[in-house]
């Protein structure tokens, strides 16, 4: 059975898989709540460091599971195998099942997913970020998404931050609009490009001249608790 | 066990929806899901026009609108041009999979900007449609055609040693010259081509119709489909005067 690497922020229970092995591995240093330029820059270090070597320890695929998609670029120019960016894969497929998407968020995903929706090209597509509080019960976040579809006019709607599968299912329940939870997608999608043989563009992620794994290492271990 | 049909773009006898069929080989599908492949009664001779899409989209539909009904869990159309993907989301509730939208949303998830290789000029009605409903043209680094005679029954079949080498070298021009991070095969027919392209190009290159295997499977394990508010539901279906129009083009 093939196994895929999920990095994470935070532990939490890994998607199902019915191909692969799906290990989950928070990756130290990604700074809680990432809401700047400046966390943004130490979660991609801190991704690409827990996942640099995947191929190395014999995985298949690596999931970059926040919707943030820190690191992932990075990821995908020093390894050959499939890196799927939950974030960018949530917002690409949720065109596939309808005209436009909304993104609900907490706080700190708000200005992160403004900013990959503009990086990704996709402003004309979506209809905006409703962001919930940071403490925001399931009701709170539950209006957020309606405000998300009836005033903003999503038709699709993308979660901005992981929420249980027991969660995503009551999203979706009570909402009219296809709800997508990135994470899991992410698992998904990893095993269909396994399947497929596909994987990200040597020409979009080239590989760097001199690669780096120890000082990025490095780097992590002497940020641990200074 | 998952049940997924394929709906086949034109009539076409035992023999030539094998080669179809033989798409399945190309991917490494899940456990548990089976594919029927079910070829239109109604259908252009190719899809060069606009009248061709219209009829091509009737035929479609028609051969698709039961398959809820039937039992299918989702429904790939085995075209990259997406015909009857929309008409059919309108009445069915399981996933509808359309091997053009996909194969680019696809695409933009593996690399910047794709290019579309087809077999020759008169396809690219197909693309432009949509991408101008994608609204992602400006991901498009070119589409490109190998200048070479299509055929939609036997497909590249007899002709590798000419065809396969001319659409390697369109697909390198998508590269070097207009900058393509990701090919994408423009038609479903073009399959057999598909190993031999991606053990010799520098970049992913998209089987769509395997894809759309896949993608139904994905659809189906996470309990998604396309969004009603996108594609309302007709007031009343006319099931029966599509199926008398069915049974009318059978007869031609």
């Known amino acids: 059975m093939s196994r895929i690497l999920m990095i994470v922020a935070a532990d939490r229970a890994a998607p199902l898989s019915g191909e692969a092995e799906v290990e989950l591995r928070v990756a130290p240093g990604i700074p809680a709540a990432p809401i700047s330029a400046h966390d943004w820059t130490l979660a991609d270090l801190a991704v690409l460091a827990a996942g640099q070597n995947a191929e190395a320890e014999g995985f298949s695929a690596v999931c970059v599971g926040e919707f943030g998609d820190f690191g992932a670029n990075a990821l995908r120019s020093v390894l050959d195998i499939p890196v799927v960016a939950a974030g960018r894969s949530a917002m690409l497929y949720a065109l596939t099942l309808g005209a436009q998407f909304g993104i609900i968020a907490p706080p700190a995903g708000y200005t992160r997913a403004k900013k990959l929706v503009q990086e990704y090209g996709l402003t004309a597509q979506c209809t905006g970020v409703r962001a919930y509080a940071e403490t925001a019960t399931e009701g709170a976040i539950l209006t957020a998404a309606k405000v998300a579809i009836e005033e903003d006019g999503a038709e699709v709607l993308v979660l901005g931050e992981p929420v249980s599968p027991d969660m995503a299912a009551r999203l979706a329940a009570a909402l009219p609009v296809p709800v997508v939870e990135p994470a899991s997608l992410a698992v998904m999608l990893a095993e269909s490009f396994l399947g497929l043989g596909l994987g990200q563009s040597r020409r979009t992620y080239p590989v760097p001249q001199a690669r780096k794994p120890e000082l990025i290492a490095k780097l992590i271990a002497a940020g641990e608790g200074a | ?252």
């Open chain 2, 1 to 252: 066990m998952a049940r997924v049909l394929v709906i086949v773009p034109f009539p076409m006898d035992a023999d030539n929806l094998e080669k179809r069929k033989a798409q399945l080989g190309a991917v490494k599908l899940g456990p548990d899901i089976a594919f029927d492949f079910k070829p239109v009664r109604i259908a252009p001779v190719n899809y060069v026009s606009q009248q061709d899409s219209v009829l091509a989209d009737v035929g479609m539909l028609e051969a698709g609108l039961q398959a809820e009904a039937d039992g299918y869990d989702a429904v790939c159309i085995d075209t990259v041009s997406d015909s009857g993907m929309a008409p059919l989301r309108s009445v069915l509730n399981i996933p509808v999979i359309g091997a053009g939208r996909h194969a680019m949303l696809t695409a933009l998830m593996l690399g910047d900007r794709f290019s579309i290789l087809a077999m020759w000029d008169r396809w690219r009605h197909l693309y432009a449609k949509t991408l101008a409903e994608l609204g992602l043209g400006a991901k498009c680094a070119s589409v490109r055609s190998a200048g070479l005679q299509p055929n939609n029954q036997s497909l590249l079949a007899g002709k590798e040693d000419e065809f396969f080498p001319a659409l390697h070298e369109a697909a390198m021009r998508c590269i070097e010259e207009d900058g393509a991070d990701v090919i994408i095969l423009g038609s479903t027919t073009m399959h057999e081509a598909h190993a031999y392209l991606a053990a010799r190009l520098p970049v992913p290159i998209i089987n769509p119709g395997p894809l759309t295997y896949r993608l139904a499977e994905t659809a189906i394990r996470l309990k998604l489909s396309h969004s009603r508010v996108t594609f309302p539901s007709p007031a009343a279906p006319a099931t029966a005067r599509l199926a008398a129009m069915g049974d009318a083009a059978a007869r031609v």
